[in-house]
């Protein structure tokens, strides 16, 4: 009986997969969890505006948590992977609804955010695991100062290097857009579109993308200024 049951479930659960509204209900959910995972990783470096110490001591306390970061880390990975399918998997079922293109398509309701999602997304992919090679596994050909512990002092070494933080500006630029639309569109998908509630939302999402593009940015350009030493 219970495997029947489970059976039934998992059966149920792909059939709402298979709809695009599944498709979309998967993609929010797995986007809110990486929206809040951008949020802590942020609150978090920004913690080199209190000196070099207290990063370090940061950096220290998440390495302490031993198996525990892994797991969460572990997570994320599952949620990209989920998120990543999903939006390949409605692009195509976006492609088979339409298999003629427009002869010349003129944007007239959509925003910038909106066209730009299915090509800042490969970016922000490729973005993290140059970042994760970069500041957390300390590749020499990408971070040649890098030193195991050093939070601080690897973060100023590492964005001291002009292209790297060519990179980083221009990749917060894209996250920004992404955010935007990611987050309106959570919104949208869990119920909240409404005439009198949209303008608000879209305000709201537009902050919230401000801010946290805004504050990755800022340490990138305190770093170039010297402010951050």
């Known amino acids: 009986m219970a495997t029947a049951a489970l059976d039934s479930k998992l059966h149920r659960t792909l059939r709402?997969?298979?709809?695009?509204?599944?498709?979309?209900?998967?993609?929010?959910?797995?986007?809110?969890?990486?929206?809040?995972?951008?949020?802590?990783?942020?609150?978090?470096?920004?913690?080199?505006?209190?000196?070099?110490?207290?990063?370090?001591?940061?950096?220290?306390?998440?390495?302490?948590t031993g198996a525990l970061l892994w797991v969460a880390r572990g997570g994320l990975l599952v949620c990209a992977a989920l998120h990543i399918t999903a939006a390949l998997q409605l692009m195509a079922l976006k492609a088979k609804a339409r298999p003629?293109?427009?002869?010349?398509?003129?944007?007239?309701?959509?925003?910038?955010?909106?066209?730009?999602?299915?090509?800042?997304?490969?970016?922000i992919l490729a973005f993290i695991i140059y970042h994760l090679m970069h500041f957390t596994f300390g590749v020499p050909g990408i971070?040649?100062?890098?030193?195991?512990?050093?939070?601080?002092?690897?973060?100023?070494?590492?964005?001291?290097?002009?292209?790297?933080?060519?990179?980083?500006?221009?990749?917060?630029?894209?996250?920004?857009?992404?955010?935007?639309?990611?987050?309106?569109?959570?919104?949208?998908?869990?119920?909240?579109?409404?005439?009198?509630?949209?303008?608000?939302?879209k305000k709201a999402a537009a902050g919230i993308a401000i801010a946290l593009a805004g504050g990755n940015i800022a340490i990138v350009v305190s770093v170039l200024l010297g402010i951050v030493k």
């Open 16 to 64: 709402f997969y298979e709809a695009t509204n599944g498709k979309k209900t998967v993609m929010a959910l797995t986007g809110a969890a990486l929206w809040g995972f951008v949020i802590i990783h942020l609150l978090g470096n920004l913690q080199v505006f209190l000196g070099p110490g207290k990063l370090d001591q940061y950096g220290e306390a998440l390495r302490a």
């Open 100 to 123: 003629q293109p427009y002869v010349k398509k003129v944007p007239t309701t959509s925003s910038y955010a909106s066209r730009t999602m299915y090509l800042s997304g490969p970016v």
């Open 143 to 201: 971070h040649p100062d890098f030193v195991e512990g050093a939070v601080h002092a690897n973060l100023v070494k590492g964005l001291s290097q002009p292209l790297a933080a060519v990179l980083y500006l221009a990749t917060m630029s894209m996250l920004l857009f992404h955010l935007y639309h990611g987050i309106w569109s959570m919104f949208q998908t869990i119920g909240l579109s409404h005439p009198r509630y949209t303008p608000l939302v």
